[in-house]
Nanobody, 123 residues
């Protein structure tokens, strides 16, 4: 069982930055591919970014490319999402997720999910 504990959300003005963190329990963090998803009110959960076990592969939704960066520190069992140039349309609850298998990182078929953290962007 893997527990994902998120932190770092909050309120920011448009154009600002936030960094989300997702810390995991256990000593198998390096076995998991990690992803970030988000869900805005009244909308379905959507893929944001993903990173492979070693960090060698990253994938981003078109809407965040060039503004968001996903990274991981396997020594700290933590994955990060650096969000720059935030827009009001980025406002959502953000979730980190973990899965063992590779393949389509944009798929929602992750094994474990964090509790979610609110990101609010004021215009």
């Amino acid at each position: 069982q893997v527990q994902l504990v998120q932190s770092g959300g909050g309120l920011v003005q448009a154009g600002g930055s936030l960094r989300l963190s997702c810390a995991t329990s256990g000593r198998t963090f390096g076995s998991y591919n990690m992803g970030w998803f988000r869900q805005a009110p009244g909308k379905e959960r959507e893929f944001v970014a993903a990173i492979s076990r070693t960090g060698g592969i990253t994938d981003y939704a078109d809407s965040v490319k060039g503004r968001f960066t996903i990274s991981r520190d396997n020594a700290k069992n933590t994955v990060y999402l650096q969000m720059n140039s935030l827009k009001p349309e980025d406002m959502a609850v953000y979730y980190c997720a973990a899965r063992l298998r590779g393949g389509d990182y944009q798929s929602h078929s992750y094994d474990y999910w964090g509790q979610g953290t609110q990101v609010t962007v004021s215009s």
